[in-house]
């Protein structure tokens, strides 16, 4: 498949997994922005590969392939990523009293991968496994999107289209620290610290998350906190 029918294939696959019902090939090649006789063509070869299946009505779905290909990924990160990030967090949870996230880069959007709630407050944040949010929003999302590879990032810079997202991007990545409020889930704030590899490449971000009330006033203290276990992790990782 040319790397042009690749990109549309994967967009293809994206959009499935976004509908709340399976589609028809006509409305996913409307929802996608692509001729239908093109759409037609794509699915037919993830189909066989058993990426996608079509039914006699003419309404496809994810096909049961990406099952086994998820549990898969979901195994390398869980043994890569969040086994040695998952006592750091504990530990960084009851340290703050504050809800402690895991986020990875998925294509333009950051994805959960584990939650540790605090019980210190009745009134926290909650985040499931595997929510998805854009990257350039929050600072659980921002952390991820400042310390991009150069053509990630300008591919992020292009469909986010935001004024000014590069220079903020930049100061973070200066910074090493991501400071936001309200801008993903409103009357929350969060401080978050990037885990990178041994050539500091991007490996995951690690972030605070909590009311406005109670994170806005303890930046310092709590950009501190989550920079030390985020450096923890590192540590861990490299081992």
Do not use: W
């Not at 880069?105 to 959960?112: D, M, Q």
């Not at 991007?202 to 989550?226: D, E, F, K, M």
């Amino acid at each position: 498949m040319p790397s042009g029918a690749l990109e549309r294939a994967v967009e293809l696959l994206h959009h499935l997994g976004e509908q709340p019902a399976d589609p028809t090939v006509a409305e996913l090649a409307v929802e996608v922005g692509m001729p239908t006789s093109t759409a037609y063509r794509l699915l037919a070869e993830l189909e066989q590969h058993g990426l996608v299946r079509r039914g006699p009505d003419s309404t496809v779905a994810l096909g049961t392939r990406l099952v086994a290909l998820g549990r898969t990924a979901e195994a390398g990160l869980r043994e890569r990523l969040v086994e040695p990030a998952a006592p750091v967090m504990d530990e960084l949870c009851r340290e703050v009293g504050e809800t402690v996230i895991l986020t990875a880069a998925c294509a333009l959007e950051a994805i959960v991968l584990h939650v540790v709630e605090t019980e210190l407050h009745s009134v926290r944040l909650s985040y499931t496994v595997f929510r998805r949010g854009p990257m350039h929003r929050g600072a659980s999302g921002k952390i991820l999107a400042a310390y991009l590879e150069p053509p990630e990032r300008q591919r992020l810079l292009e469909a986010a289209a935001t004024p000014g997202l590069a220079a903020r991007l930049d100061q973070i990545r200066d910074a090493g620290i991501a400071v936001t409020a309200g801008e993903l889930d409103e009357g929350a704030a969060a401080v978050a610290a990037p885990i990178l590899d041994r050539r500091g490449r991007l490996l995951a971000g690690l972030s605070i998350a909590g009311p406005v009330q109670r994170i806005t006033g303890n930046i310092p203290a709590l950009s501190g906190a989550v920079t030390q276990a985020a450096q923890t992790v590192q540590r861990a990782h490299h081992a």
